[in-house]
């Protein structure tokens, strides 16, 4: 009987090594940001035409083909030289606004000047690489010699903190469209970014529960009106409401906001560990908006950590807590906070809330990873840890 025929299986392709594959992408970057010039489809199509052309007029001898080929020839020449010309010369600008929040839409403004005088350069596009944060591409059909022309773009910075360098790429097919020719600029300017002043899950009870606070612990003898309330021993008479007296049958009195700004005291305390980081970013970002928000309602910030602190407005404004905030960084161990202030309200923030417990911190709201985030959660039950 025949024997059976017996599977052999074909050997299996390795898998290039992740090694390799570094290797690839490596080679891939350095071709395309070294090769300033990639020709084109039409630019492929047509040097196939030009050797064609070249073939058949060396195998004929024929004249007519010949002067086809120059033609030819110096037509792809041309094509090269004004494709160079008009993409050298030109300039860009950036400018963005003084104050940047992260996550937020930012226009910018970008300004593109061409230095040739009488030189002309079209069709030009630019376009943000390399992580830039200006990733839509802007086309100029035209720029005209010694011109500067102006656009607007909305960029988007997802993160706080410093950024440098932004690299752009100029980039032009003119004349013919046979060869993209590029070139890259690197943009030497430093922007710092603010924290995201957008309100996140539970900032909006945060805030409207120190905002309370603050307002009920002001309560004395301004000019606005703040509420009436029964009448006190040893109170002046004159701030007696007889009409209300005369409703309840009791002594009341009108009682006025004080005239003094209240007082928010916000303290980010910098110890976190490694596992906390990404908590130490929500901190943060509480701490930009409660400024933010409690500045623009009237109220003084004394802001602080274990290096830095200010009062707002006396000091600075609001941006240097913004500045601040901006650059900060988590530590592996800190000192602890020592609470030597009086505030209206005191906010802490801190990733180890059972080092404060003897730092005279039991008026304050501590907010710790157990509780805060707290989507959902009504504001009162971050008050302060058990």
Known sequence: MPEPPIDR???ATPAPSPRGRAWQRGIRAWFQARVRERVTLIGALYLVALLLTGLAAFASANNLLFLILSAMLATFMISGLINRLGIAGLELDVRL??????????????????????????????????????TTAVY???????????????VVFERRGSHAGDSFQFSSRFPFGFAERRIRVLMNRE???????DSQPGFDQLLAGIAGEAESSLQGRGHDFYRIRP?????SARHVDWRATAHTGALQVREFARDQDPLIA??????????????????VEACAYLAWQMTARGARIHFRTQDWEILTPVEDDVYAILRYLALVAARGRAIPLQNDLEPAVAIVFTAQPGRLDELAWS????????????????????RRPS
């Open 140 to 154: 100029f059909p035209v720029i005209p010699g010694g011109a500067e022309l102006e656009t607007t773009l909305d």
């Open 97 to 134: 606004p003084e104050h940047i929040s992260a996550r937020r839409t930012t226009p910018a403004r970008l300004l593109l000047r061409n230095a040739k005088r009488r030189i002309p350069s079209f069709s030009v596009q630019v376009v943000g690489v390399e992580d830039s944060v200006f």
């Open 231 to 235: 009448y006190e021993p040893f109170e």
């Open 9 to 11: 299986a074909l050997p």
């Open 266 to 283: 916000i303290f980010l305390d910098l110890e976190a560990g490694v596992d906390q980081r990404q908590w130490f970013e929500c901190a």
């Open 363 to 382: 008026s304050a709201r501590i907010l710790h990873p157990g509780c805060f985030p707290f989507p959902g959660a009504h504001s009162d039950s971050a």
């Open 191 to 197: 922007v710092v970014v603010y924290p995201c002043l």
